[in-house]
């Protein structure tokens, strides 16, 4: 019986190099550039200029070509290549993908305002190859690892999920594999070829951009794979469940901070030395991610938790215990919104809530004896009387001892 090698996958390496994949074992017949052909969806023929074997097997081809057309679907051809017995497949055999080094600003790209899927799938051609700078890396990430292309920005960076080598951050790197979406977050799966060029690369970035960047100017997707920063953080909910917690801006934005299931196996277990309190400020970089649907920041070490300069470990536990009333949140709100504060000693506090006009609507803390501390009340909306009060601007007002201080929130029904 006949068993001829099958081109089974191919993919561009280079705008010059193109890899090809057989099933058995060929001959030199393998690398007879007279058996292959390539050509792109605009007719161009792009010449075959050599052939040798990347592998001992002689089952992997590194083709080298003229310049190819980026990002353009290109057809390899072969026909006639032999194994070593001189069996050979008669019928042409051919693997479409995508030309040369895709952008990744152009795999990232929307099909629409609609659908933040990748334009890239559902054409057919979802073979793609990239090069940019490994942002992070499969020890920071379960696996994962994020490149991001040089002139960073929006758009620029993206997931690689399912690599067989495991590149470190500032590797510059070339990757193909198949362009795919996972709950809305456009990635690299099963990955065929990472090539590492060199190491110790400056990173991309991080683009710093404020917390409503998320949802003003650039449309959030254009962060995902993004190594980015933000600024001048509030910590608001640490209760959002899988090691996840969120930030906000103190005035209307909000931000999910490395909301993943593996973060309680590899990121929160390492990360000990930062506990997120309520109120604090920081800021903080990590990758732009799509979890789930959501978007969201992932620091990759602790040391992308940055408090500002000067600030030592001794300075934040005070500030956590100095006599603060925070920005409630959310805010606006509705039915409820969460206010926190702190005291620096044990004591008695106030906290009450008036309406526009300056009259009394609520008392949710009268003289309650205190630890020192952060602490938390949840208002409902509604007076003393458990009735619910009109949309409008309300300031709640905290007392202990002789420091008071007062903030404004707004209710929205």
């Known amino acids: 019986p006949c068993f001829p090698p099958n081109l089974v996958l191919a993919h561009s390496t280079s705008e010059t190099g193109v890899r ?8 030199a017949s393998g ?8 050509v792109d969806s ?3 023929k792009i010449p075959i200029l050599g052939a040798v074997f990347a592998n001992a097997e002689s089952t992997i081809v590194d083709l080298t070509t003229g310049t190819q057309n980026n990002t353009f679907p290109t057809t390899l051809s072969a026909w006639e290549i032999r194994n070593r017995t001189g069996c050979a497949e008669s019928s042409l055999q051919s693997m479409t993908f995508r030309g040369g080094i895709c952008p990744i600003s152009y795999i990232q790209h929307p099909k629409s305002a609609d659908n933040d899927s990748s334009h890239v799938i559902g054409t057919g051609v979802e ?8 942002t992070a890396d499969p020890t920071q990430f379960y696996g994962e690892f994020f490149v991001e292309e040089r002139q960073a920005g929006p758009w620029s960076g993206i997931a690689i999920y399912g690599s067989p080598i495991r590149p470190t951050v500032g590797d510059s790197v070339t990757v193909s594999g198949l362009v795919s979406e996972y709950y809305n977050k456009t990635e690299i799966t099963s990955v065929d070829y990472v090539k590492i060029h060199s190491s110790g690369n400056p990173l991309p970035g991080p683009d710093v951009i404020p917390i409503c960047g998320f949802t003003i100017g650039p449309p959030a997707e254009s962060w995902e794979g993004v190594f980015i920063r ?12 899988y090691g996840g917690w969120t930030v906000w801006d103190g005035v209307a934005c909000s931000l999910v901070v490395h909301r993943d299931f593996y973060c ?10 930062y506990m997120p309190i309520p109120g604090m400020w920081l800021n903080l970089q990590g990758i732009g991610d799509c979890v789930y649907g959501q978007i969201n920041i992932r620091p990759r070490t602790c040391a992308d ?3 500002p300069v000067g600030v030592s470990e001794h300075d934040r536990a005070q500030r956590a215990s100095e006599f603060i009333l925070f920005q409630n949140v959310p805010n606006p709100f509705n039915p409820r919104t969460e206010i926190r504060f702190a005291v620096p000693d044990e004591t008695s506090v106030d906290l009450r809530i008036y309406d526009v006009a300056g009259r009394m609507a609520k008392m949710l803390l009268k003289s309650e004896r205190l630890r020192a501390g952060v602490h938390t009340e949840v208002w409902d909306g509604r007076n003393d009387s458990g009735q619910e009060l009109a949309s409008g601007v309300y300031f709640y007002q905290l007392r202990a001892g002789d420091k008071v201080s007062t903030m404004k929130m707004v209710l929205l029904r």
């Open 42 to 44: 605009s007719g161009a």
């Open 230 to 241: 933000i600024n001048n953080a509030i910590v608001a909910d640490t209760s959002i469940g």
């Open 264 to 273: 309680r196996f590899h990121f929160c277990p390492t990360c000990t030395s």
């Open 31 to 38: 690398v007879d550039i007279t058996k292959y052909s390539l």
């Open 127 to 134: 073979q793609v190859t990239l090069r940019g700078i490994v």
């Open 305 to 307: 938790i940055i408090y």
């Open 20 to 27: 090809a994949y057989f099933d058995r074992t060929c001959d």
